[in-house]
């Protein structure tokens, strides 16, 4: 099994479905294929590294 596969194991459905976005309150949805949490409302995208999502806005990825 590789790194990146254990990752996804490692992710509990449960406690991703419970997070919200820190800047706006509001829903995320899960991108399995980058390990992000994505925040449509912010226009970010936060990481997930080693199974951990990292809800801090500086470490979030702009998006469109």
Known sequence: ???????????????????VCPVTNG???YDKTRQ???SKAAH??????NGIPIMLAD??????
Do not use: G, N, T
């Not at 099994?1 to 997070?19: F, G, V, Y």
């Not at 970010?44 to 590294?49: D, G, K, S, V």
């Not at 470490?59 to 469109?64: F, K, L, S, T, V």
């Open 1 to 19: 099994m590789s790194d990146e596969d254990a990752a996804h194991l490692r992710i509990d459905r449960k406690m991703l479905e419970s997070l």
């Open 27 to 29: 829903v995320l949805s």
């Open 36 to 38: 992000e949490l994505i």
């Open 44 to 49: 970010l995208a936060f990481p997930i590294r």
């Open 59 to 64: 470490q979030a990825r702009e998006i469109d």
